[in-house]
């Protein structure tokens, strides 16, 4: 029997990041294999995400790739016939304060150069966008219609399904072990079932890849974070954007907090705690939905019988200046790395994965270079915060 024809590229991991790479991989002609330990394509931390998808950061490289991944997500069921639970609606983003208004208008002469679709809408234009939303103080906010939302495990499973189409190989239950390298090159993978060879290898293991790339000698400093979500039973259709408050919690224990209606009627939503929670602990907290629930109806009393009907808790893969890790690896030619996104590895994965097979298959990547470079595994990483809209 012939042997199958090793590689072209190695993928390891198939969640938010690894799962777009290897599909437009794919798409660029070339032999792929995708190496995950869990049982599915998105069963990491990709599960655990609200599926917001914008465009709306303060980052360049964020802002542009966060635009490839609303094309690819908004244009998905027409270009394939698959059902990814995509809802358009955009962001909203409030200000009850001077503070929080004075940093969403100071971010838009950068967000309008690249050419996002946002700007301030006062008051009255926000209380129609947000029925229900607490007026009193209320300046305004902005809002950025071409963003929206999109069901994290229906987009996992469609990936998938389109990677193989194209011929990628997924072996799940595998987990990689090590980067076999020969001199100052990678050479193909070591998992506990075996070795796989291929001129390139993509790294987006998420939480894993610190400890995947330290026998190479490489430091990705990857520091877990935990952060909790929630969802209810279906309401009566009645919100379209997804909404960002981006105030401190009046209990001291939040900063930003973050909701929306997803495509099936279900109110989805999660905050930022404060001080951070680091480590991978995954169990729920005591404090989670009482102080979620508090925000939730402070800002919109409306939803104050809402029903929830699940809790979760989730990794956020952080670095050091709060943004990703895109690109080439230091030092180790052929290996490449998506990783570090920072709790938005959801709404970058297509983005990222699009120019990272660009860059694996014709050298380039699709952004320009000076600001894909931005997000580069070779830059300064202990310069201090870079994202302000995290």
Known sequence: MTAAPEPDAIVVGAGSVGNPTAYFLAREGLRV???????????????????????????????????????????????????????????CFPAWDETVEATLRGLLPVQKRYRLDIDWRDADEIRRLVPGISPEELRGGTFSPADGQANPLRAAQAFESEARRLGATYRFGEAARA??????????????????????????????????????????????????????????PFLGPLVVD????????????????????????????????????????????????????????????????RLWRGLYPMTPDGSPLVGRAPNVSGLYLGVGMCGQGFMLGPGVGANLASLVAKGRPLLAPEVFDLLSPARDLYGGRRETLR
């Open 246 to 309: 981006l105030r401190p919690g009046p209990e001291g224990r939040t900063t930003n907090f973050y909701f929306g209606q997803d495509a099936d009627d279900q109110v989805i939503f999660c905050y930022t705690p404060r001080p951070a929670i680091p480590g991978e602990n995954r169990t729920s907290t005591d404090e989670f939905m009482p102080t979620a629930a508090a925000r939730l109806v402070r800002i919109l009393p409306r939803l104050k019988n809402l029903t929830v009907r």
């Open 33 to 91: 294999l995708v190496l995950d330990a869990l049982p599915s394509a998105g069963q990491g931390q990709n599960k655990a995400a609200i599926g917001g998808v914008r465009a709306t950061h303060s980052e360049p490289a964020k802002i542009q790739l966060c635009q490839r991944s609303l094309e690819v997500f908004s244009g998905w069921k027409a270009s394939t016939g698959i059902d990814i639970g995509w809802k358009p609606g955009g962001y």
């Open 179 to 236: 980067l076999l390298l020969e001199g100052s090159a990678v050479a193909g993978v070591r998992t506990d079932r075996g070795d796989y060879r291929a001129p390139a290898v993509v790294v987006a293991a998420g939480v894993g890849a610190s400890e995947l790339c330290r026998p190479a000698a490489l430091d990705v400093p990857i520091l877990p974070e935990s952060h909790e979500a929630g969802i209810s039973a279906p309401v009566a």
